[in-house]
Each structure stands twice: as structure tokens, then as C-alpha cells.
């Protein structure tokens, strides 16, 4: 079999396998997935963790990706990391981007019409929010910044998740609210659990704690705890995030789903009592305080002065 040949089947089997797991692919490298919580808000049976913190509308947003590609393969990560994805031939455009993810939203949940309440299924169908997290890393598609620039002209507020290891990208983006994944306390411990692509992306995650301290728009360090695995040491995190003087840390749970139970064990999840007894001790090592926290996501919220205010 010749290496284009090759090339061609790898793609297409990854492409199977996504849309097994529920993705919807969007133009040429974009991804469409609706969550859990979408599910269950849709019909009015509760919202997630980003709703109580945030205020976003579970059965309104929109989880994309702008692309598969990722320099890491997180031991908790919960997409099948073990297939390279390839660089694509050409870029969609920001315009294309977000009209193909808000038709692919719209298919995705029209299976709901019959069984949710028509007017959240209505609501449903005009996204308020996108959340810029699905798989891969987004800083690593080019256009990010008009990306993010058309999906608020379209009136939607903005979250983008990033692993940090583009720092040049991070100083470009101004989404409504910027996460950065933090998920250990050395470069040791994040060779381990991050499983970098390649060498110095420590040094880069770094120089991005120091670009979140002056962004303009609110931020977010994300750390999500692997028992037995990087849940130590709560002193070194809050050395690093203190780099960074975010408004927020969001701490959680890992969970024991999709591909990262090939990797880890159910006994990797921490607790939510210990997820609260770790964010007290870097809050405390911070100056921060515990905002809120939900028991059901096993995920603690810490800001400065112990309140959050809504975007929305």
C-alpha cells in the first residue's frame, strides 16, 4: 500500500471512529459534539458544573473543536490520543467554521425534538455559548482569534481551553473567558501525565502562566486531579499558578471515561471529599477561598474573595 493510500485509510478509520463516539465532523478539521449535560438540560433534567458557576445554559451551548490535533497524550485524556491525527490540506475560514458547527449542532439535537420541551428544544437550536474544548488543542489552529471574533458577532459568549503550549497564541485570544490546563506541579510529573509530542513545551507552559497575568479578559487555571498519579504536592501548583494571578481555579475530578480508561484505573478518580481537602490546600497556600463546588462533577471552584460572578 503506498504512503498516500495509507494516509487516506488512517483518516478515513479515524473519521468512523469519531463519529461512532458521537462527533459530528464540521467542513475539513472542525468537530461538533454535544455533552451529557446538553442531554439532560434539554429536557429540563438539571445543568452542568459551568452553568451553577458561570451561568451558561447547558441546553444553548455549542462544544466544538476548530481542530483534532494535539501536541499532547494526557493519560486522562478522554479522546482516543493514540491516533495521530494529520495536519489538514488548507484551513477553513472562521465564517465557514462557525456556520458548519451551528447546522451540525442542530442535527445533532434534533433527535430531542420529540421527548424535550418544545420551547428548550427551540433554545436549543440558537446556541448562546460555545465552548472552544472539545478534543485536540485549539491554539493550534492558526485562525483562532477570528475564530473566536465570528462566534461573538454571532452573539455567543466564549470559552477556550488550552494545554498552554502555544504562548504566542495565548497573548492573541480574548475569548469571554480563558481556561488553562495545569495538570502537575513539575516537569517531571507532566512528561508523565501530559506525554508531550515534543521537547520545551514545559518552558512554553510556563511563559503561558506568566501571558495569563496580564490578559485582559477573565481567566481560568484548570487542574484536574489523577489519584496516585499527580495529586501531590499542592504547594508547587500554587507556586505556578500564582504566575499566572488568574480570577479563577477550577479543581477536578478525573473521570474514568472513554479512552483514558485504557490507561488508568477506575481507582485513579479522586473522591469529591478529597477533590475539596486538595483545593483547600492550594487555596490556602493562594490567599484564595472556596467559591462554590458540585458534588455530582466532583469539581471545586476557588477565586480571591470566595465569590464568582455570571458571564451571563
Not at 498516500?4 to 463519529?19: G, P
Not at 455567543?156 to 481551553?161: A, E, R
Not at 495569563?212 to 487555571?221: G, H, M
Not at 477533590?275 to 458540585?294: I, P
Request: hydrophobic share 35%.
Amino acid at each position: 500500500m503506498s504512503r498516500r493510500r495509507q494516509k487516506v485509510r488512517e483518516i478515513t478509520d479515524f473519521k468512523s471512529l469519531l463519529k461512532k463516539q458521537g462527533y459530528s465532523l464540521a467542513g475539513k478539521h472542525s468537530a461538533v459534539k454535544t455533552c451529557l449535560w446538553l442531554g439532560r438540560a434539554i429536557k429540563g433534567e438539571g445543568e452542568c458544573y459551568k452553568s451553577h458557576f458561570y451561568g451558561i445554559q447547558s441546553h444553548r451551548c455549542l462544544q466544538m473543536t476548530p481542530t483534532l490535533m494535539c501536541n499532547q497524550k494526557c493519560l486522562h485524556c478522554w479522546r482516543p490520543t493514540e491516533i495521530d491525527v494529520p495536519m489538514p490540506d488548507g484551513w477553513d475560514s472562521p465564517v465557514e467554521i462557525v456556520g458548519s458547527c451551528i447546522d451540525s449542532q442542530r442535527k445533532l439535537i434534533s433527535g430531542f425534538g420529540g421527548s424535550a420541551p418544545r420551547e428548550l428544544w427551540m433554545e436549543g437550536n440558537e446556541p448562546g455559548h460555545v465552548a472552544i474544548s472539545l478534543s485536540g488543542e485549539p491554539t493550534l489552529f492558526p485562525h483562532l482569534p477570528e475564530l473566536i471574533e465570528e462566534f461573538k458577532s454571532k452573539g455567543l459568549t466564549t470559552f477556550v481551553v488550552s494545554n498552554g503550549t502555544v504562548p504566542a497564541m495565548m497573548e492573541k485570544i480574548n475569548p469571554s473567558q480563558l481556561y488553562m490546563s495545569l495538570d502537575a506541579p513539575d516537569r517531571q510529573t507532566y512528561e508523565k501525565v501530559c506525554v508531550p509530542n515534543s521537547p520545551g513545551l514545559w518552558e512554553r507552559i510556563n511563559e503561558s502562566l506568566d501571558i495569563l497575568r496580564n490578559k485582559d479578559t477573565r481567566t481560568v487555571i484548570r487542574i484536574t486531579l489523577i489519584k496516585g498519579v499527580n495529586m501531590f504536592n499542592p504547594e508547587a501548583y500554587a507556586e505556578l499558578i500564582s504566575k499566572a494571578d488568574p480570577d479563577y481555579i477550577e479543581v477536578k475530578a478525573y473521570m474514568h471515561l472513554g479512552f483514558s480508561r485504557k490507561r488508568l484505573p477506575r481507582e485513579a478518580m479522586p473522591s469529591h471529599e478529597e477533590v475539596l481537602e486538595f483545593s483547600a490546600e492550594v487555596a490556602e497556600y493562594l490567599g484564595y477561598q472556596v467559591a462554590d463546588d458540585v458534588e455530582i462533577s466532583r469539581v471545586v471552584l476557588l477565586s480571591k474573595d470566595g465569590s464568582v460572578s455570571h458571564l451571563i
